[in-house]
């Protein structure tokens, strides 16, 4: 399922590269893109929002809230 976190502290393009590769690592997603100007990475993935939320905390960014993606720009 393709999911949409929003988050805060993604500053530059280094972050969002950071959020997206610790994202990445976890099994069960099958992509993973950040867009550090609007703080939202979008997900690809099998996992329940627990263990986004815990992974996208865990480099560093808060996470406003997970949601369903909705057509093609969220």
């Given amino acids: 399922m393709k999911r949409v976190i929003e988050t ?19 099994d069960g997603v099958t992509g993973a893109k950040a867009n550090y100007k609007k703080g939202i990475i979008f997900v690809e993935t099998t996992l329940p929002d627990s263990a986004l ?16 993606r909705r057509g093609l720009f969220g």
Avoid: D, T
């Fill in 8 to 26: 805060e502290g993604m500053c530059c393009k280094r972050c969002a590269e950071r959020a997206e590769r610790k994202l990445l690592l976890l």
């Fill in 53 to 68: 939320s815990a992974c996208v905390q865990e480099a560093g960014f808060a996470v406003k809230c997970i949601r369903e």
